[in-house]
């Protein structure tokens, strides 16, 4: 990696198809058993979606342009599903004419949708979570109460669809476990009721939410999310699950950050560092990257990055505080107020390497906001 940024005459997001294949197989590893379905909104680019088709994973589709991305790597269909809750009713007709037969659903009007629009489907319904202990919540907008998600499968039985499944989304970098243990008792209860009701599961899909190991918090301090401690978690719910239920259950998940976050860097350049007054009187120190929110680096109000600046590595290099921010017209593009340290005498032009930002980077890159470009991508196989 470190290699191929310093190779890099211009700014470029780098993926490195071997780490991403490590992540995956050590993942696989811990969680026997398990069919992983790549969240592809994590990292869209087809070098990466194809390499993890390769290894065996489906994806999880949010739209109808994602699922042709996804059918484009040549998994076969079955490894693909409609994971987002939302949906048109032309969104639903359109997977459904691509083949897609399995639904995420959450509410009785999306499943009366997909009863018309993509008959005799297959649905599983995502359960509502707190988000508590994830960086990145996703409460309240997805998701629904055990006492609904009974009724929204007995909804799509009598609709002529197949209940097949539940599905929870712990919250993205969750840093806990305590969240999939509850996440695993609320799975288990409602699978006894909907047992009880002749509704017999054939999977459950444990979402994402698994976390990235190389970003520090607001503060910079570096995040140690119990990883370990969460397999285990998930080995022993997905057990216990098996043993609640009637009917034999495949598991599923949805990982996304966890799969790419660390293994994509970014190689940009120094804008400027300046030191101005401040209207209370301080004095502050600014370093503007040429890269920020808006190309590349898109969770930078949430997470902070390791940044590297190779032209000043030596021991001697002096430091000043200073605080973060990408190159254009809009306050948002900073890493917040508290500043890091960063070489005294960082000049325009100078690279700076930017890791663990492999995930929600690609994507979530504007057309070309204040005429910033989105950054090129390249792929490197670093066993090549
Ligand atoms: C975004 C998303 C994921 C991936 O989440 P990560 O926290 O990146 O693992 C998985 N499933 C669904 C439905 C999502 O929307």
């Given at each position: 990696?470190?290699?191929?940024?310093?190779?890099?005459?211009?700014?470029?997001?780098?993926?490195?198809?071997?780490?991403?294949?490590?992540?995956?197989?050590?993942?696989?590893?811990?969680?026997?058993?398990?069919?992983?379905?790549?969240?592809?909104k994590a990292c869209p680019v087809d070098g990466v979606l194809l390499?993890?088709?390769?290894?065996?994973?489906?994806?999880?589709?949010?739209?109808?342009?994602?699922?042709?991305?996804?059918?484009?790597?040549?998994?076969?269909?079955?490894?693909?599903?409609?994971?987002?809750?939302?949906?048109?009713?032309?969104?639903?007709?359109?997977?459904?004419?691509?083949?897609?037969?399995?639904?995420?659903?959450?509410?009785?009007?999306?499943?009366?949708?997909?009863?018309?629009?993509?008959?005799?489907?297959?649905?599983?319904?995502?359960?509502?979570?707190?988000?508590?202990?994830?960086?990145?919540?996703?409460?309240?907008?997805?998701?629904?109460?055990?006492?609904?998600?009974?009724?929204?499968?007995?909804?799509?039985?009598?609709?002529?669809?197949?209940?097949?499944?539940?599905?929870?989304?712990?919250?993205?970098?969750?840093?806990?476990?305590?969240?999939?243990?509850?996440?695993?008792?609320?799975?288990?209860?409602?699978i006894v009721t909907l047992n009880g009701r002749g509704i017999l599961?054939?999977?459950?899909?444990?979402?994402?939410?698994?976390?990235?190991?190389?970003?520090?918090?607001?503060?910079?301090?570096?995040?140690?999310?119990?990883?370990?401690?969460?397999?285990?978690?998930?080995?022993?719910?997905?057990?216990?699950?098996?043993?609640?239920?009637?009917?034999?259950?495949?598991?599923?998940?949805?990982?996304?950050?966890?799969?790419?976050?660390?293994?994509?860097?970014?190689?940009?350049?120094?804008?400027?560092?300046?030191?101005?007054?401040?209207?209370?009187?301080?004095?502050?120190?600014?370093?503007?990257?040429?890269?920020?929110?808006?190309?590349?680096?898109?969770?930078?109000?949430?997470?902070?990055?390791?940044?590297?600046?190779?032209?000043?590595?030596?021991?001697?290099?002096?430091?000043?505080?200073?605080?973060?921010?990408?190159?254009?017209?809009?306050?948002?593009d900073a890493y917040g107020s508290d500043p890091v340290p960063v070489?005294?005498?960082?000049?325009?032009?100078?690279?700076?390497?930017?890791?663990?930002?492999?995930?929600?980077?690609?994507?979530?890159?504007?057309?070309?906001?204040?005429?910033?470009?989105?950054?090129?991508?390249?792929?490197?196989?670093?066993?090549?």
């Amino acid at each position: 990696m470190r290699a191929a940024l310093a190779a890099a005459p211009e700014d470029v997001i780098v993926f490195d198809l071997a780490g991403i294949e490590a992540q995956f197989t050590a993942l696989t590893e811990e969680l026997p058993g398990l069919s992983v379905r790549f969240a592809m909104k994590a990292c869209p680019v087809d070098g990466v979606l194809l390499r993890l088709a390769e290894l065996g994973s489906g994806f999880d589709a949010a739209s109808p342009r994602e699922i042709e991305q996804a059918i484009a790597t040549g998994v076969p269909l079955e490894r693909i599903h409609y994971g987002n809750t939302i949906k048109s009713d032309r969104d639903i007709a359109a997977a459904h004419r691509l083949g897609v037969r399995d639904f995420a659903t959450d509410s009785l009007e999306d499943v009366a949708a997909i009863a018309v629009h993509a008959p005799g489907s297959r649905v599983f319904c995502r359960l509502a979570t707190d988000g508590y202990g994830a960086l990145w919540g996703l409460s309240r907008k997805f998701g629904c109460s055990a006492a609904d998600a009974v009724r929204v499968l007995e909804a799509a039985r009598q609709a002529g669809l197949t209940p097949a499944g539940l599905s929870v989304h712990v919250g993205s970098q969750q840093m806990t476990s305590e969240a999939w243990r509850r996440a695993f008792e609320t799975l288990a209860d409602v699978i006894v009721t909907l047992n009880g009701r002749g509704i017999l599961l054939d999977h459950v899909n444990l979402g994402g939410g698994l976390p990235a190991l190389g970003y520090a918090d607001r503060q910079g301090r570096r995040l140690d999310p119990p990883v370990d401690k969460i397999f285990t978690v998930i080995r022993e719910g997905m057990q216990q699950l098996g043993e609640a239920s009637e009917s034999p259950l495949r598991f599923v998940m949805e990982p996304g950050r966890h799969l790419v976050a660390d293994h994509g860097a970014i190689r940009a350049h120094v804008s400027r560092l300046t030191t101005r007054g401040q209207l209370d009187g301080e004095r502050e120190n600014w370093l503007y990257l040429s890269c920020g929110k808006f190309n590349g680096l898109y969770e930078m109000d949430g997470v902070r990055y390791r940044l590297v600046f190779p032209t000043h590595a030596g021991t001697g290099t002096e430091h000043v505080p200073a605080v973060i921010a990408g190159p254009t017209c809009d306050s948002d593009d900073a890493y917040g107020s508290d500043p890091v340290p960063v070489p005294r005498d960082a000049a325009s032009g100078d690279p700076v390497w930017i890791f663990a930002c492999g995930a929600y980077a690609t994507g979530y890159m504007t057309q070309g906001f204040n005429g910033f470009s989105p950054l090129p991508h390249t792929l490197i196989d670093e066993r090549a």
